[in-house]
């Protein structure tokens, strides 16, 4: 009765769940259902912040779709391709249901840097418990997303394996070891395979509770917004404003999703992996999915293995970082028009190297990688310069000659700016 | 200089300290969204200015030679690639018709059964004619010895060698690829595999291939143990239609797109009913939303002096 109850309220829009308050005799589900529907939540989150409750749509089709294959799929190398075309062409709408795991990753993968590059705008960074976890997210979510690559056993998959896994006998002393324990044998095979499926399979669920995790620690601080303002003083429940909004997004997600996987199935997907891995024969062009060209782009444009592993590794990793970036007096970068060039320029470099993995290592596009990875590690420091000196700036034009705090970096900016301001004022 | 930043930006960032502005939430949103599109214009400008200088600087050093050409196929009109069509079921069994009697001799469909064939290409009736024409090992009997049957609907098709070393043999060391996922499995798809069938030449001066390979451009590194398969009147179409070469390659690229996707023709009328139900389910979505926020967005404050 009671479930019959909140379930009515939460299809009608007019739930006013301020009212609901939390009550001693309310069991562990019901404060955690009031929790989250009574959420306070600032009013004017954009269309930015939707892609949060993407995320957790994508998560749950993924796991959805994957438990349905995994009904069918059969982890041995001298099956594994034929199960897979088993699953597109005998199982009932087996093929829809494959396309949508193929294409729902890159959806996935498309939410998560949105959500990322929401995140580095609006200084969602500075909530550290929550970023942290965020990374670590991300991290789970590549390493689903390999090994699920590895599965369907056609030519990329098995290469993809093989180059990707062999990165890490570039570790000193321990790296070849590891990587044959990594093999189950001495090169990838059906040991391989059987333990990427486990991998596969459990690392989902290892991500549910790290999403839940994240989720408690941005309630422990509640929602950013566009603004870069504190929102205590006007906030709105989560309930029905934002589970309705969110709505909207969810839909779009699903219906877009679904024309990906009805019109274009093979969008995202390298036709090379429509033939069966064969160890004799490696490819032309060895790349892996879209989503990790721009890891693999840094990989390939140093040239020494093991730098270029750590630049692969530097490339997710600098994210755990930027918690400890030095704040500035705004929260995000909506006024400041240096830092938002800077951060477009990123994004901009962020796809031309994904473009530029794509390419083939030969001249110009190996000159190329390497500069746009120079590019892409140094948008970090210069972020902070861009965020930094521009509140300088503008607070030494307010508060002429008040201590600040973050002054002691930028004296020499500061003197360069007080000469300029001189030799403007003497015109 | 000094003077003209601050008076362009002092009004913004007094509006950020202190207590927050519900009311202008979406007014200073809305200039948020316009700051982004200028510096998103702004940054991909400069990123382009950067990216073309950098691209010319390496063009400029750049060496191109003859056998870096590969020749990749032009678009072809394919009328089942548009968005509201089906497959030509008539090139669909005239495709068969090639596969059949031309590349069946090299190459398998290891993956499509005759029961597949029904419906699409055939009546049930001729798929079990069909199937019937080949003679399939079976078994073990209660005798435990293995017999050979007439064929069946759930039968695959029968494959043109008994394994991959055989074909090897026969084919001057390379097997025949299976053909099931040809055109899902080459770039270009369905072009590659017509340009192919229709692209062979002499080879250009300079070129030398090796015993029993050919020229064909649109072949990775030109060289391909396949020769020329399809010639004008090489097969008599049932229909009656002339067979030239072009419509043979035609037809059995049809076929083979078929068979790398028999679901192509449920997939387009699926999404044609999530086109419409999207649209219901967005519709109404968003006006439900747009209904519980009215009161938040039109909301209006005055302040007392």
Redesign the interface.
């Known amino acids: 009765m009671e479930i019959k109850k909140y379930f009515y309220f939460f299809l009608s829009?007019y739930f006013s769940s301020f009212n609901q308050e939390m009550k001693p005799d309310q069991n562990v589900f019901q404060k955690m259902f009031f929790s989250l529907v009574n959420l306070p939540v600032p009013?004017?989150l954009?269309i930015m912040w939707n892609f949060g409750s993407l995320l957790g749509t994508c998560l749950f089709i993924q796991i959805l779709s994957g438990l349905l294959l995994a009904c069918h799929y059969t982890p041995d190398v001298s099956y594994a391709f034929d199960s897979v075309?088993y699953i597109?062409?005998e199982v009932n709408n087996g093929?829809?249901i494959r396309s949508i795991h193929v294409n729902g990753a890159s959806a996935f993968f498309v939410c998560i840097y949105i959500h990322i590059a929401r995140g580095i705008f609006y200084h969602s960074f500075f909530k550290k418990h929550t970023w942290l976890v965020g990374c670590t997210i991300l991290l789970v979510l590549m390493g689903i997303a390999f090994t699920g690559y590895v599965l369907p056993w056609g030519q990329m998959s098995y290469w993809g394996a093989t180059v990707i896994t062999n990165l890490a006998s570039a570790i000193p002393y321990i790296g070849t070891d590891l990587v044959e324990w990594m093999w189950g044998g001495f090169c990838v095979g059906n040991a391989t395979l059987k333990r990427f499926f486990v991998v596969h399979f459990l690392l989902p669920f290892m991500l549910m509770a790290l999403s839940g995790v994240h989720i408690f620690y941005l309630h422990e601080t509640g929602s950013s917004n566009?603004?870069?303002?504190?929102?205590?003083?006007?906030a709105?429940p989560f309930h029905?404003?934002y589970t309705?909004?969110d709505?909207?997004g969810i839909?779009?997600l699903?219906?877009l999703v679904?024309?990906v996987c009805?019109?274009f199935?093979?969008f995202f997907s390298d036709?090379?992996n429509?033939?069966p891995a064969d160890p004799l024969k490696t490819p032309?062009h060895i790349q892996p999915e879209w989503y990790f060209l721009f890891a693999y782009a840094i990989l390939r444009s140093i040239p020494n293995k093991l730098g270029g592993v750590l630049g692969l590794v530097l490339s997710v990793a600098v994210l755990y970082i930027m918690p400890f970036f030095p704040k500035g007096y705004?929260r995000g970068i909506?006024?400041n028009?240096f830092a938002?060039?800077?951060?477009?320029?990123f994004?901009?470099?962020f796809v031309?190297l994904s473009f530029i993995g794509a390419c083939p290592i030969e001249?110009?596009?190996d000159?190329?990688g390497v500069?746009s990875s120079v590019v892409y590690f140094l948008f970090f420091p210069l972020y902070i310069l861009s965020y930094l000196s521009w509140d300088y700036?503008?607070m030494e034009?307010?508060h002429p000659g008040e201590k600040k705090t973050h002054v002691h970096v930028f004296s020499v900016a500061r003197s360069v700016?007080l000469k300029?301001?001189n030799i403007?004022?003497s015109w | 200089m000094a003077g003209l930043v601050g008076r362009a930006t002092r009004d913004a960032l007094l509006k950020v300290p202190g207590a927050v502005q519900g009311q202008n939430a979406r007014m200073m949103s809305s200039t948020t969204a316009r700051n982004m599109k200028r510096a998103a214009v702004v940054g991909l400008g400069g990123l382009a200015v950067a990216g073309t200088t950098i691209y010319m600087a390496g063009l400029n050093e750049s060496k191109v030679y003859a056998s870096d050409m590969e020749l990749h196929p032009p678009k072809y009109p394919w009328p089942h690639k548009q968005f509201l069509k089906a497959f030509d079921h008539d090139s669909l069994r005239r495709g068969y018709e090639v596969y059949k009697n031309v590349c069946s001799a090299c190459h398998s469909l290891q993956y499509l059964h005759y029961r597949d064939l029904v419906g699409v290409i055939f009546t049930e009736d001729e798929a079990k004619a069909e199937a019937a024409e080949n003679m399939v090992v079976d078994g073990p009997n209660d005798d435990g010895e293995m017999y050979e049957r007439e064929g069946k609907l759930t039968d695959r098709l029968p494959k043109p060698y008994p394994n991959p070393e055989a074909a090897a043999a026969a084919n001057n060391g390379v097997e025949p690829p299976d053909l099931t996922y040809i055109v899902r499995g080459r770039h270009g798809e369905e072009d590659y595999i017509f340009a192919l069938l229709t692209g062979y030449k002499d080879a250009p001066a300079g070129v030398k291939l090796g015993e029993g390979v050919h020229y064909n451009p649109y072949y990775p590194g030109g060289a391909i143990s396949m020769a020329m398969a399809l010639y004008n009147e090489i097969i008599e179409y049932s229909d009656g239609t002339p067979a030239t070469q072009s419509q043979l390659a035609k037809d059995v690229t049809t076929f083979l797109a078929w068979t790398a996707a028999p679901e192509h023709d449920l997939r387009k009328w699926m999404a044609i009913k999530l086109t419409l139900l999207g649209t219901i389910f967005l519709v109404s979505s968003f006006f439900f939303k747009r209904h519980r926020w009215a009161y938040l967005k039109t909301k209006q404050v005055a302040l007392k002096k």
């Open positions: 829009g009013p004017n954009t075309v597109m062409r093929w829809l566009p603004l870069g303002v504190d929102s205590d003083g006007e709105v029905s404003f309705l909004k709505l909207v839909v779009v699903i219906w679904g024309v009805l019109c199935p093979d036709p090379i429509f033939n032309t705004q909506q006024y028009i938002q060039s800077l951060f477009w320029g994004v901009g470099n031309f001249h110009p596009y000159l190329m500069v700036v503008l034009i307010i700016y300029l301001k403007v004022s």
